[in-house]
């Protein structure tokens, strides 16, 4: 018989307390505790490992980018070089070789040089552009050195540089052009002395001409200048100064004129050269 934990044999009664099963219960606990921690370790653990992965992830991604982004600019820079580089000389047609290298014909060899070295620097990266620059100035330098061997007459240049001359600067400021009325006056005049002079020629020569184309060539000055003093003084020396001239060029540079004959021939001839002279003075000198 079992009564309140007292129990009874025939071989005698014995005093059985309840079995107790706190301890059990504890330690169920903390085992059931520590596998929660565990656990929760566990999950953080994944938890930290995925968070490193996403940030080395992250981190690849970002050098990626940047390693692209500097090809991308490295590969830019590059394409604008190369374009750069490889710049159609725009001339590269053209035939004349001063028209091609920009240059005109009287530029000297330092010009041309200059305006070689620097169409080579900026063309560069075309070979064509390259070998038509420099079959331009091959043909320029070898034309120049024909020209110093063989040299010749310009007579463009030539003229230019008298019509620049201060002298003929100075003689071309004498003169000045009036109206066409008074042009066209004078000639009349001066025609109808020499028409006479060559038709009415006499013995003692076409003095009385002569002497008209005196008074004409000082009215004449006169009216464009209206001064006197000059008109005596242009017209005196104008008249001495085309006889003096007419018979140089007779004697010595122009032949006998068939067409004039006479005994007074070579005064006639004279005197139509001193027309044409008083003509120019009367007319034109300032």
């Known amino acids: 018989m079992r009564l309140l934990g007292l129990s009874s044999s025939s071989s005698g009664c014995c005093l059985q307390l309840p079995t107790c099963h706190l301890g059990s219960q504890r330690i169920r606990i903390a085992a059931f505790s520590g596998a929660g921690k ?43 070089e190369s374009a750069a580089n490889s710049a159609v000389f725009p001339r590269i047609n053209v035939r004349d070789p001063y028209k091609r290298l920009g240059i005109s014909k009287e530029a000297s060899e330092d010009e041309i040089q200059a305006a070689r070295n620097f169409l080579i620097q900026q063309y560069a990266g075309h070979k064509p552009s390259i070998d038509a620059i420099e079959s331009a100035h091959d043909k320029i330098i070898m034309q120049k050195f024909y020209e110093r061997r063989n040299p010749k007459i310009d007579i463009k240049k030539k003229m230019r540089e008298v019509n620049q001359s201060k002298y003929v600067q100075a003689v071309r400021n004498r003169f000045q052009t009036p109206s066409q009325k008074f042009i066209i006056k004078t000639s009349l005049a001066f ?15 076409p003095t009385l001409q002569v002497a008209i184309s005196l008074v004409a060539t000082i009215y004449f000055v006169y009216d464009r200048l209206k001064s006197k003093i000059r008109a005596f003084l242009y017209g005196a020396g104008a008249f001495v100064a085309s006889w003096l001239l007419g018979t140089f060029l007779m004697v010595s540079v122009i032949p006998p004129i068939p067409l004039i004959k006479g005994l007074r021939a070579f005064e006639v001839t004279t005197s139509l050269i001193s027309y044409v002279l008083l003509w120019v003075s009367s007319t034109y000198l300032r």
């Not at 968070?51 to 940047?66: A, T």
């Not at 109808?192 to 013995?203: D, K, Q």
Request: hydrophobic share 40%.
């Open 38 to 80: 565990r656990k929760q370790e566990k999950e953080f653990l994944q938890e930290e490992r995925s968070n490193m992965l996403c940030s080395r992830l992250n981190l690849n991604k970002r050098r990626v980018h940047l390693v692209k982004s500097a090809m991308d600019a490295s590969y830019g820079d590059m394409a604008n």
């Open 191 to 205: 025609l109808v002395l020499g028409v006479l002079t060559v038709l009415f020629p006499t013995e003692e020569g």
